[in-house]
């Protein structure tokens, strides 16, 4: 049973890491990037080219996929975990 929770705090501390830095990421877009103005709107022109604004949304954008495959992978685990139970109690 210490495996599984630790297994389980594992998993929900890459979650809690993954959304964190995406949410940090994203409001570092917008705030660089992509300001929320009429202004920010001309200013994307200039800046959605720049290597910066290119990486953070290059960045974010592979935390999603990060974050999703976490999801995957906790649903296959657990999917696997419960057809062994099943199976070891016959």
Known sequence: MKKILKGV???LA???ITVLSHWLL?????KMCAPLTLFGAIQTFIS???PLCHFINFAQ???SKHYITLWSGA???FTSWLTFTENSKK
């Open 14 to 16: 890459f979650v809690t």
């Open 61 to 63: 954008h592979e935390l």
């Open 48 to 50: 959605m080219g720049s």
């Open 26 to 30: 994203i409001n570092l877009y917008v």
């Open 9 to 11: 705090r594992y998993f």
């Open 75 to 77: 649903a296959v685990a």
